[in-house]
């Protein structure tokens, strides 16, 4: 298997690889003994119930991969415990015919059937939300995750959106093109962005920081969306913080309503834990990115949530 790697598009599967086939060899795998496991960095990808990790498994200090990308992994293996780098575990290894059949046939699964969890490895914040559109990412915003965002935003009804971290309201502006009738509102802690974008005639856009959106905004009406385009994500802020904000944001989300999370570095959150505040994931990433080569930016982590239950 050649990690990291996949041309693969959703829905296609050129190796004829169906459910029936990939079970049958997850069940072989499983009678295997574990064996240690070791990586530069490991991921967990979790696919139709089945965990497994990935990344450069047995590599040498050159970061050279030795054998295969890919390990059968049980439910006790957890992203804390592989946190870091050259973290070391234990699984069941997956010879080179079956990573590249398991990952042929993750890639064509649709985005609410696979998940893939980034243990912590750095805890570096280098992106400077004052002058976010300045930076070295934004243009992989503009041109790969934005375009996302509207894609799914084109099957969710809405009436009012909210964007924390909306900063100079450029993805506001693109939603607006596409949905021209919806309220548009956005918080951001930079002066000169809430400037900018009241300059695009977004009215409703508050100075201030994504703790305080409960504050900052009614209890009615409430949000049909709220959007954190890189804001719940590492290298932007820490776990905790970014716990807190999607807390205290979710009271001004209608029941029912939506919520869309994503960005350039790894998403703090994963599903069970939105399942634990009260969120359906109806996605949870772009699966055939996931394997694709990981010296390149490929969009990987998307989630799309709806809140259980009636408006608070």
């Given at each position: 298997?050649?990690?990291?790697?996949?041309?693969?598009?959703?829905?296609?599967?050129?190796?004829?690889?169906?459910?029936?086939?990939?079970q049958a060899?997850?069940?072989?795998?499983?009678?295997?003994?574990?064996?240690?496991?070791?990586?530069?960095?490991?991921?967990?990808?979790?696919?139709?119930?089945?965990?497994?990790?990935?990344?450069?498994?047995?590599?040498?200090?050159?970061?050279?991969?030795?054998n295969?990308?890919?390990?059968?992994?049980?439910?006790?293996?957890?992203?804390?415990?592989?946190?870091?780098?050259?973290?070391e575990?234990?699984?069941?290894?997956?010879?080179?015919?079956?990573?590249?059949?398991?990952?042929?046939?993750?890639?064509s699964?649709?985005?609410?059937?696979?998940?893939?969890?980034?243990?912590?490895?750095?805890?570096?914040?280098?992106?400077?939300?004052?002058?976010?559109?300045?930076?070295?990412?934004?243009?992989?915003?503009?041109?790969?995750?934005?375009?996302?965002?509207?894609?799914?935003?084109s099957?969710?009804?809405?009436?009012?959106?909210?964007?924390?971290?909306?900063?100079s309201?450029?993805?506001?502006?693109?939603?607006?093109?596409?949905?021209?009738?919806?309220?548009?509102?956005?918080?951001?802690?930079?002066?000169d962005?809430?400037?900018?974008?009241?300059e695009?005639?977004?009215?409703?856009?508050?100075?201030?920081?994504?703790?305080?959106?409960?504050?900052?905004?009614?209890?009615?009406?409430?949000?049909?969306?709220?959007?954190?385009?890189?804001?719940?994500?590492?290298?932007?802020?820490?776990?905790?913080?970014?716990?807190?904000?999607?807390?205290?944001?979710?009271?001004?989300?209608?029941?029912?309503?939506?919520?869309?999370?994503?960005g350039?570095?790894?998403?703090?959150?994963?599903?069970?834990?939105?399942?634990?505040?009260?969120?359906?994931?109806?996605k949870?990433?772009?699966?055939?990115?996931?394997?694709?080569?990981?010296?390149?930016?490929?969009?990987?982590?998307?989630?799309?949530?709806?809140?259980?239950?009636?408006?608070?």
């Amino acid at each position: 298997m050649s990690e990291g790697r996949s041309t693969t598009k959703p829905g296609e599967n050129p190796r004829g690889i169906d459910e029936d086939t990939f079970q049958a060899m997850i069940r072989r795998i499983r009678r295997r003994p574990r064996q240690p496991i070791s990586g530069h960095w490991l991921n967990i990808v979790e696919a139709l119930g089945h965990r497994f990790l990935q990344g450069p498994i047995g590599a040498d200090v050159r970061g050279h991969k030795r054998n295969g990308g890919l390990a059968y992994i049980g439910r006790s293996v957890r992203a804390d415990d592989i946190a870091g780098f050259w973290p070391e575990t234990s699984g069941r290894l997956l010879t080179p015919e079956e990573g590249d059949a398991t990952a042929t046939f993750i890639s064509s699964l649709d985005g609410g059937d696979v998940e893939l969890i980034v243990p912590l490895r750095n805890r570096a914040l280098p992106v400077r939300w004052e002058s976010f559109e300045d930076s070295r990412e934004y243009p992989l915003y503009a041109a790969h995750i934005h375009p996302r965002i509207l894609s799914a935003l084109s099957g969710l009804p809405f009436r009012r959106l909210l964007d924390v971290g909306c900063g100079s309201g450029n993805l506001l502006a693109a939603i607006r093109r596409d949905h021209p009738e919806a309220h548009y509102a956005g918080v951001d802690i930079s002066p000169d962005n809430v400037e900018a974008a009241r300059e695009k005639g977004f009215d409703d856009i508050r100075q201030g920081r994504g703790e305080d959106v409960a504050t900052m905004y009614a209890p009615e009406p409430l949000f049909d969306v709220i959007v954190f385009c890189g804001v719940l994500n590492r290298q932007i802020m820490d776990g905790h913080t970014a716990r807190k904000i999607l807390k205290r944001s979710l009271t001004r989300l209608e029941g029912g309503g939506h919520v869309i999370i994503t960005g350039y570095s790894s998403c703090h959150l994963s599903a069970r834990e939105l399942k634990r505040e009260g969120l359906t994931a109806l996605k949870k990433s772009i699966p055939e990115n996931i394997f694709r080569d990981y010296d390149e930016f490929h969009l990987r982590q998307f989630y799309v949530a709806r809140k259980d239950g009636p408006s608070p």
